[in-house]
């Protein structure tokens, strides 16, 4: 079975320091992986994936995120963190083009980022 | 603005009612998704819609509905409400014409309250 998990409900780092939130994965064939951002009482917010190619996929406000297979891990990084990056991030997965997927993507639980001053 | 548009923003109901929600996916996007989040939950996936026609089931209830028009606009419907039905109702679309069938694009979601 497809499954995306979080291990982190929340995360805190202080305003200039490097943030990673984390996921890894478990798919069939080939991973697409995305990563989204919730701010409060927003929708959510595309801001990287990873298809295929380079594993160091680069995104929206200064995020990246690296790929690594034999980790089936997608951690989501951030040299360094701007308070305003405070929000929820969702990491998600979706089958690759040779599984029949219907196009769904798989959700984390979501991390609450918190970026203290 | 992800160019997906939902109506109404806010909709306070009470229980045993039924009301509608709207979405209106980005220009020549095929798929719109259906979610769900609640206070202080992730994201549940209730159904898929592609060109009209129903792809994926996910975790909706036998209370809630949904379709695609020839439009693309779609609606769920959701009836015999419960205090528990209060969330956040969220449409996204994905896949147009040329387009890979990759990232969902949200709307700003349905904050409903049932009372």
């Known amino acids: 079975a497809q499954s995306v998990a979080q291990p982190e409900d929340q995360v805190n780092v202080a305003e200039g320091n490097p943030l990673t939130v984390k996921c890894t994965y478990s798919v069939s064939g080939n991973p697409y992986l995305f990563w989204y951002v919730q701010y409060p009482n927003r929708g959510l917010q595309f801001l990287l994936k990873y298809i295929t190619g380079d594993n160091l996929v680069k995104g929206s406000y200064g995020f990246e995120a690296e790929f690594n297979k034999s980790q089936t891990s997608f951690h989501l990084k951030k040299p360094s963190a701007l308070v305003s990056d405070s929000a929820l991030y969702f990491c998600?997965?979706?089958?690759?083009?040779?599984?029949?997927?219907?196009?769904?993507?798989?959700w984390g639980a979501g991390t609450k980022l918190i970026i203290k001053p | 603005d992800s160019g997906v548009t939902q109506t109404p923003k806010h909709l306070i109901t009470a229980t045993g009612q039924r009301v509608t929600l709207r979405c209106s996916p980005r220009?020549?996007?095929?798929?719109v998704y259906w979610y769900q989040q609640s206070l202080d939950q992730g994201l549940q996936f209730l159904i898929q819609?592609?060109?009209?026609?129903?792809?994926a089931k996910g975790n909706i209830l036998e209370r809630f509905s949904a379709q695609q028009f020839p439009d693309l606009h779609s609606e769920l419907n959701l009836s015999s409400l419960e205090l528990g039905d209060s969330a956040l109702y969220f449409c996204?679309?994905?896949?147009?014409?040329?387009?890979?069938?990759?990232?969902?694009?949200f709307g700003p979601g349905t904050r409903l309250t049932v009372t």
């Open positions: 998600a997965v979706r089958g690759g083009p040779n599984v029949d997927s219907n196009y769904q993507l798989i």
């Open positions: 996204a679309s994905s896949g147009g014409q040329g387009r890979g069938f990759y990232e969902q694009y």
């Open positions: 819609y592609y060109n009209g026609e129903e792809r």
């Open positions: 220009s020549g996007d095929l798929s």
